[in-house]
């Protein structure tokens, strides 16, 4: 069992900068790749980044490519994800979630946890 806490969104002008946290409680965080999807108003959740175990694997979806940024502490049991050059279109509730395979996948299906979401909020 994995329960995940986003913090760090808030509002932004575009070009700006936020780092985003996901706290997660229990022993076996290490053991799960994580991801981050958003959701805007009016629209599907979609991935954003995703991270393995290790940290050694990133992916990213074409959109924030080069502009965000996923990292992980397994010792503080924590993931990240550093946004920046930030645009309106970015604004949305963001999530982070824990997959506990091992192999690479994009789709909100797979993954098993999720937290609260931490809405960003960017004005042109």
């Known amino acids: 069992q994995v329960q995940l806490v986003e913090s760090g969104g808030g509002l932004v002008q575009a070009g700006g900068s936020l780092r985003l946290s996901c706290a997660a409680s229990?022993?076996?965080?290490?053991?799960?790749?994580m991801g981050w999807f958003r959701q805007a108003p009016g629209k599907e959740r979609e991935f954003v980044a995703r991270?393995?175990?290790?940290?050694?694997?990133?992916y990213y979806a074409d959109s924030v490519k080069g502009r965000f940024t996923i990292s992980r502490d397994n010792a503080k049991n924590t993931v990240y994800l550093q946004m920046n050059s930030l645009q309106p279109e970015d604004t949305a509730v963001y999530y982070c979630?824990?997959?506990?395979?091992?192999?690479?996948?994009?789709?909100?299906?797979?993954?098993?946890?999720w937290g609260q979401g931490t809405q960003v909020t960017v004005s042109s």
């Open positions: 229990g022993h076996t965080f290490s053991r799960y790749a």
């Open positions: 979630a824990a997959d506990a395979s091992v192999a690479v996948r994009f789709s909100e299906a797979y993954y098993e946890y």
């Open positions: 991270i393995s175990w290790s940290g050694s694997g990133t």
